[in-house]
């Protein structure tokens, strides 16, 4: 015998409404997270648009700063030049200054000594020995005045002889004036003056050779036998 199977029904209800609620409600709920969405970005984007401009500004501030820090440090590299400038040109002017009132000094002390009585029978006088050095070891400036103090003063032709003593090797030597100072071709020199005679010029030392007293003698021409002598220690002074 067979045995029939019973079949069961389900019975559903149609609602056609339904199916377009969930559909737009499906919609609604797309627009609404675009619409989110897209406030929430456009308010990102004005915040970086703003922060892009703000940075921007700073940067030109900085670089209006820099330039005037540059501009400023030039300037005052400018005023520190000009103050070395003007601070050089104050002391050569200070040096230049003591160098003339030293000059001056010496002239007056010279003509000072000019007027002073005193001298030899022969009316001829050996003023003071001036020697200064040249900073190279190797020679020094020199200066010397002969005068005449007669009492009727005229004319006179005299000779005038340098000697420069010292020691080369051990050995003493003595070297006149025409072998030191390239100016002077002979010696004795001869010189003519009614009141009085400045010799200067330069003595250039020979290699080894150790000064240590200069001699110097004047006579009137044909006069010899009545030659004055003074006799200086060979002492530099600075230039």
């Given amino acids: 015998m067979f045995r029939s199977r019973s079949h069961q029904l389900v019975v559903t209800s149609h609602r056609p409404?339904?199916?377009?609620?969930?559909?737009?409600?499906?919609v609604l709920a797309i627009l609404f997270f675009f619409l989110v969405g897209f406030f929430w970005g456009s308010g990102f984007l004005d915040n970086a648009v703003l922060e892009n401009h703000r940075m921007t500004s700073e940067l030109q501030q900085l670089?209006?700063?820099?330039?005037?820090?540059r501009q400023q440090f030039t300037n005052v590299q400018l005023a520190s030049n000009v103050d070395r400038?003007?601070?050089?040109?104050?002391?050569?002017?200070?040096?230049?200054?003591?160098?003339?009132?030293?000059?001056n000094e010496e002239e007056l002390r010279l003509y000072r000594n000019l007027m002073q009585p005193g001298g030899s029978e022969?009316?001829?006088?050996?003023?003071?020995l001036m020697l200064k050095s040249l900073g190279d070891g190797q020679g020094a400036s020199y200066r010397i005045v002969i005068q005449q103090k007669d009492s009727k003063l005229k004319t006179v032709k005299i000779n005038l002889k340098v000697e420069l003593e010292g020691a080369r090797n051990g050995i003493k030597e003595t070297l006149s004036l025409d072998q030191l100072d390239e100016n002077v071709e002979t010696s004795p020199v001869a010189v003519k003056f009614k009141y009085f005679h400045m010799l200067e010029g330069v003595l250039t030392l020979p290699v080894g050779f150790e000064p240590r007293a200069i001699k110097v003698s004047v006579w009137k021409t044909n006069a010899s036998a009545?030659?004055?002598?003074?006799?200086?220690d060979w002492h530099l002074d600075e230039a």
């Fill in 63 to 69: 670089r209006a700063e820099e330039k005037e820090l």
């Fill in 226 to 232: 009545n030659a004055v002598e003074r006799r200086f």
């Fill in 85 to 103: 400038g003007s601070l050089e040109q104050v002391r050569k002017l200070v040096t230049s200054l003591q160098l003339q009132l030293a000059a």
């Fill in 17 to 26: 409404g339904r199916r377009w609620l969930e559909i737009l409600l499906w």
């Fill in 122 to 128: 022969s009316g001829l006088q050996i003023g003071e």
